[in-house]
């Protein structure tokens, strides 16, 4: 994915307001619109006019994309960072089909119906848009449950026509049992609705910060479990600690480094739990005292293994 200024597009300052945005979209818009343009690549640069257009004049869209910082050039290879959007309050709106920068950045912006008033009737009344924001659990929330204040940043336009951020907390109570992924609802946590229409709600995704040992996949739980030769060779029942209790975990005798276990509903508590994988790693003891030594000379001569025997060696 190649990553497009925008605002070196439409030749405008990263601080232009939206005045000027517009008008710069306009000017460049009367030179390449296909059907009046005479340049050859017209139809390409009004693509891309359209692109940034529709990133630069929603301020939502354009306080998302400020959020990337300038750092880099245009036609470079280009990822977002990790969780780059968590925090970020949009509400509802339409996306186009443009690029992959833009469906990569604004892919999950503009999944509402844009809701609001039409014409001067004092009687109209319509619920109030809903809001999104994808918000960062630490893992030990989905077991424990836990009450947390979140920080959200909406985007606002100042007097002067400048997009900025608006930073609000809320404290929420998150339930035992989310999962990665998951979409919590907040009722009457976004825009207040026109006359008497309710306001709309907040919206929010659940994703879990990283974890030292486990990884997430929907509701299963992933971690390695390192195990003693012997533990491995002849079984073992041996703990595994989940956030809040032990758990016993049957080794079965002859197990291999590198393989798997499955434990049924031991992931992530929800309505249907999660399964805990564990991928075993036999550790050896080093043999760094003459009792080690001994023992390990012992296992050369009387067990006669040889792990090769069998790949070509």
């Not at 970020?88 to 709106?93: L, P, Q, T």
């Not at 606002?156 to 992924?181: M, R």
């Not at 309505?271 to 050369?300: F, H, N, R, W």
């Amino acid at each position: 994915m190649q990553y497009k200024d925008y605002y070196q597009i439409l030749g405008v300052s990263r601080d232009a307001s939206q005045a000027d945005i517009k008008k710069a979209f306009r000017k460049l818009a009367r030179k390449f619109h296909p059907d009046v343009s005479k340049e050859a690549d017209a139809e390409a640069r009004m693509k891309e006019l359209n692109e940034a257009n529709a990133v630069l004049s929603d301020i939502e869209k354009r306080a998302a994309y400020d959020q990337l910082g300038q750092n880099y050039h245009p036609g470079e290879e280009f990822q977002p960072p990790p969780n780059w959007d968590a925090g970020f309050e949009f509400s509802g709106g339409n996306n186009a089909d443009f690029s992959d920068l833009f469906s990569q950045l604004f892919g999950r912006m503009g999944t509402g119906e844009k809701r609001g008033r039409s014409g001067d009737n004092r009687s109209f009344h319509s619920r109030g848009e809903d809001h999104h924001a994808k918000i960062m659990l630490d893992l030990a929330d989905a077991f424990l449950g836990a009450t947390r204040q979140i920080s959200l940043r909406t985007p606002h336009v100042d007097a002067q026509g400048h997009v900025g951020l608006i930073s609000h907390t809320l404290n929420v109570k998150i339930p035992k049992g989310v999962y990665e992924g998951q979409i919590m609802r907040l009722a009457g946590k976004g825009s207040p609705g026109v006359g008497d229409g309710k306001p709309g709600d907040l919206l929010l995704e659940l994703h879990f910060n990283p974890h030292p040992r486990f990884k997430v996949d929907g509701c299963n739980l992933y971690t390695k479990l390192p195990v003693t030769p012997w533990e491995a060779a002849l079984g073992a029942m041996i703990p595994v600690n989940l956030f809040d209790n032990d758990i016993k975990v049957r080794i079965p005798a002859d197990t291999q480094s590198g393989q798997q276990l499955r434990v049924r509903g031991k992931g992530i508590p929800s309505k249907t739990p999660g399964d805990l994988i564990l991928d075993i790693q036999v550790v050896l003891p080093s043999a760094t005292t003459q009792k080690a030594k001994e023992l390990y000379e012992s296992m050369a001569r009387e067990l006669a293994f040889d792990p090769r025997s069998n790949n070509g060696s």
